[in-house]
């Protein structure tokens, strides 16, 4: 497809997976998550991919009243687009994780595209049992490996259908190529309309490697599944975040850091914010010759509602 003007940054803010023991910069009250992401706006990432955290333990929350307390400081201090997890938990039921999207009708939404073994409890094995900072967090970490991150095709049907008259956007996000033709069903059978936002997401165990020639696999067989209705980002957790963002910019696709995806600004050095990862990939995309797309810009490109039909 061809390359888009202008590159959309997605600045996924806490995410569910890193726990408040692995970094002091990782948000989880609700402060501190609405001020960094209105920092990363301010850095220029168009679009806020968020998720909700106990505003006392930090531990991954699907419940409404953990995001009320955010979304609408976001709305008021900047323009950027929210995007509202419904991953938000590799346990809970689909009814529960679409929750928070339905009830505050964002803009857009993720939405996972098949099961798979999401794990990531080798992390724990960096940590003494005296290091946690909460009690929840080390059996979370570690019994990950005994999770299937559950999102069948009636899970997403039932998703599709409960927020489609919400009109978001939703943000496909495929962890393997097999997840792009569950996609190429979806769309076949009526569920989701172009142009569709593709997020290859990579370097999770349990999905594809993040590396150039599974992402160069990957693009070719979406163009080959759905041509010019589609739209695409990259997301590489860990230290492949900005290597592989920078690759995709330069293949036209858009890119989405945070610290979600990776704690680090490079190999071995704690990011100090979100904005500070965000400020990173905009200033090598900039260097490289593209524009970075304003909000106002992301909604086009993207064919969103617009800020001014999200209920919060």
Not at 91 to 98: A, H, V, Y
Request: net charge negative.
């Amino acid at each position: 497809m061809a390359r888009q003007q202008k590159t959309i940054i997605t600045c996924a803010v806490t995410g569910a997976i890193h726990t408040p023991t692995m970094s002091d910069a990782l948000p989880y009250t609700y402060d501190d998550i609405a001020a960094q992401a209105i920092d990363a706006a301010e850095a220029g990432a168009s679009i806020l991919h968020l998720h909700a955290r106990d505003n006392e333990t930090g531990a991954p929350s699907v419940n409404t009243d953990d995001f009320a307390p955010f979304l609408p400081r976001i709305k008021q201090a900047t323009d950027a687009v929210v995007n509202i997890s419904t991953g938000g938990s590799l346990t809970l039921s689909i009814q529960d994780r679409i929750n928070p999207a339905a009830t505050f009708s964002a803009e857009m939404c993720s939405m996972n595209m098949g099961s798979m073994n999401f794990s990531f409890h080798p992390l724990a094995k960096r940590y003494g049992d005296d290091d946690w900072k909460f009690d929840w967090e080390k059996e979370y970490v570690a019994n990950s490996d005994g999770n299937i991150f559950r999102n069948t095709f009636r899970d997403i049907a039932e998703a599709a259908k409960t927020l489609a008259p919400h009109d978001i956007k939703f943000e496909h996000e495929c962890y393997d190529v097999g997840h792009l033709y569950n996609l190429k069903f979806c769309m076949d059978i009526g569920l989701f309309k172009a142009p569709i936002f593709v997020q290859f997401v990579m370097g999770i165990l349990g999905g594809i490697g993040a590396d150039i020639d599974n992402l160069v696999f990957m693009k070719k067989t979406a163009d080959k599944l759905f041509g010019d209705d589609y739209r695409w980002s990259i997301l590489a957790a860990g230290a492949s975040q900005i290597p592989m963002a920078t690759t995709a910019s330069q293949m036209g696709g858009h890119v989405r850091v945070g610290l979600e995806d990776s704690l680090f600004i490079k190999r071995g050095e704690l990011a100090e914010s979100n904005a500070q990862q965000v400020a990173k990939i905009r200033r090598i995309v900039e260097d490289l010759g593209s524009a970075i797309a304003t909000p106002d810009e992301a909604r086009e490109i993207l064919d969103l509602k617009g800020g001014d039909r999200v209920n919060f």
